[in-house]
């Protein structure tokens, strides 16, 4: 379903950030990059949505398809409305605005009122933590609740495929579970989904393969079983011997 070749990504002449991705997300399975800080795992999803822009980097060389689609460069709003939605890192929600308002800011592409109602209605039935605290100020929700909030304000706009980063940012263990048991039945119910993590134990147990990135390159790939038993990833990501 998406398809990087060669992706290559800067900030700078001297911030190359992402030197050559390849990486594929086939429809309907969970595909996760991992890796530490600074590696290149936030750009390489910008790059994909074309958010790298705002911030004043570009992508250099590489192509990016999606659906079939060849879609680098494309307007942001664009990619949305074909079906790929990009969580930022940070829980974004909008603090002043209720739940529900946040969800309706996630439904702004669909013009027909009873659509947004009716997708509404679905977030809630997949998330009915969001419908207790559908009239609540965004900005006094729990981090885990913010982070529920955002995947719902994600599935208003009918994607096919969710890019989400460091879910678990910030998150006491026991809340990070939870936010990962929603994006397990996401995909159970058959979302496709690339998620950036730093903890990689988490990621590796809802993802079906696994890409590992150090320095702007992709180190390490392979099943989540296999990257899970792999000595070099237990010792060095899981930290575990
Ligand atoms: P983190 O988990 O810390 O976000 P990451 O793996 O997602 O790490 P990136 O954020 O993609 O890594 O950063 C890759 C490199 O690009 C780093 O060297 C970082 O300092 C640099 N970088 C990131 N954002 C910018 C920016 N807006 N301007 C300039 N350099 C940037």
Redesign the pocket.
Known sequence: MLVLNNVEAI??DV?L??KGISLQVPDGKCVTLL??????????LKSVSNLIRT???KVTSGSIEFCGERIDGRDPAEIVRIGLVHIM?GRRVLRHLTVEQNLIVGGHMERSGAEVRRRIDEVYSRIPRLSALKGRTAGYLSGGEQQMLVVGRALMSKPKLIMI??PSLGLAPLIVDEVFALLASLKAAGMTLLI?E?NTRVALDVADYGYV?EN?RIVLEGAASDLKANEDVREFYLGLN
């Open positions: 900030y700078s911030i950030a992402v890796g530490g800080n600074g590696a290149g795992k936030s750009t390489t911030e004043d980097g890192e980063d460091e950036v730093q990135m702007g």
